[in-house]
């Protein structure tokens, strides 16, 4: 019996060029998690499933996380085929990624945001799982780096993108914005973000919107806070 493999190949169409492309996705059953960090990094056991969320089209040089791939808008189009398509040699993504093939993928999908003019969540996003693989690879000074990115952006997503039909909420992202403080050393800035998140909590109808364990590791960082405040 032939062995199953816990990555496959899928055919889809680009929303750019509308060629059909091959992407590499992961067998779920093979995904097992085995920490999280308070970032929302994710460590897993055997074959890790953010390698292969940054998702490029062979044909265009259109590329975009998994979730948001067939999301592109007209002029996003438009501006892909006129600043990257004309320019673009063929590469291809599909197959097992160590961590280089990785960061080539997210480093062009941030590329496409840059040329394609959009929102700062999607910036935020893509450079904290840039910051992600950094990581994994034991390089802090590039993990830092694209840390600052992603709290740079994360902050201009609360003050000035709308939410309504976002899949993030604004509490999730006060406490990223904390962590990401954190990270970064920024401990005032870090205590400030905690503390307005759980001040939300005070009011019963604020509190329905907070997830649960944003709200209890919240508390839980400033708990952190001070004691390493008091030890120092």
């Known amino acids: 019996m032939t062995k199953l493999s816990p990555i496959y190949d899928s055919e ?4 750019v060029c509308e060629k ?8 779920s059953r093979f995904v097992k998690l085995v920490k999280q960090d308070d970032d929302l990094c994710p460590h897993y056991e055997t ?7 940054a998702w490029v089209c062979s044909h265009c040089g259109y590329a975009a996380h998994s979730s948001v791939f067939d999301k592109v808008l007209a002029n996003g189009r438009i501006a892909v085929l006129e600043n990257i398509t004309k ?11 160590d961590y280089e093939k990785a960061l080539e993928a997210y480093k062009l999908v941030l590329y496409n945001l840059q040329i394609r ?5 999607e910036f935020a996003k893509i450079c904290l799982r840039i910051a992600w693989i950094y990581r994994y690879m ?8 694209f840390l600052k990115h992603s709290y740079d952006y994360y902050k201009k997503v609360y003050t000035r993108e709308a939410l309504k039909d976002s899949a993030l909420d604004e509490f999730t992202i006060m406490y990223i914005i904390g962590v990401l403080a954190k990270r970064l050393n920024l401990i005032s800035e870090a205590r400030l973000w905690f503390s307005r998140l759980i001040s939300f909590s005070s009011n019963p109808e604020e509190r329905a919107k907070i997830k649960p364990y944003i709200l209890e590791s919240a508390r839980e960082q400033i708990q952190q806070l001070r004691t390493e405040t008091m030890n120092e």
């Open 12 to 15: 889809i169409t680009c929303p």
């Open 20 to 27: 059909k492309i091959q992407v590499t996705k992961v067998r």
């Open 47 to 53: 074959v890790n499933p953010v390698l292969y969320e």
């Open 87 to 97: 320019k673009w040699t063929s590469r291809d993504f599909t197959g097992e990624r």
């Open 117 to 121: 003019e959009a929102p700062y969540s």
């Open 138 to 145: 034991g390089n802090k000074d590039e993990e830092e780096k």
